[in-house]
């Protein structure tokens, strides 16, 4: 079996300035996950402070992986942007998306993982469908 995420992972979470981006991203860091960034084209330039740690906000996952060296990323979107949140991530070449989102309709889910896969994607997920 192999493994996809490691010790030495640089995690952006998609959707981090949400509330259930917020709650995820704080976990993960307490885990000892190394997130290294947020997109929300929205907030772009902002950071967020989760206790001891400052995490940045990018506007794309291409600018984000630029800037931090991330090779993975977590969707914490909602269900109608999911789509577009994992293609945008598979467009800019991230190793593994993991997409924690409920609620995403099977069509969407089924596109997304061909789309990623033809472009070397993993995808872990999603969560429940629709």
């Known amino acids: 079996m ?5 010790k030495e992972s640089k995690v952006l979470v ?5 509330a259930e981006g917020m709650k995820h991203t704080r976990r993960m ?3 000892g996950t190394d997130v290294v960034g947020g997109v929300n ?5 902002r950071v967020v402070d989760f206790d001891d740690r400052t995490v940045p906000v990018f506007g794309t996952v291409s600018e984000a992986m630029a800037a ?5 990323t977590i969707v914490v979107v909602p269900p109608p942007f999911a789509k577009a949140a994992v293609t945008e991530a598979a467009d800019a ?3 593994l998306a ?15 993982h061909a789309y990623a896969k033809a472009r ?11």
């Open 2 to 6: 192999a493994i996809y995420l490691t």
């Open 14 to 18: 998609q959707g981090m300035t949400g």
């Open 29 to 31: 860091l307490a885990a």
């Open 41 to 45: 084209p929205r907030k772009a330039g």
């Open 68 to 72: 931090t060296a991330a090779d993975v």
């Open 93 to 95: 070449g991230i190793g």
């Open 98 to 112: 993991v997409v924690i989102t409920e609620g995403i309709p099977v069509h969407d889910a089924v596109a997304f």
């Open 120 to 130: 070397g994607t993993r995808i872990i997920g999603p969560n429940c469908p629709a």
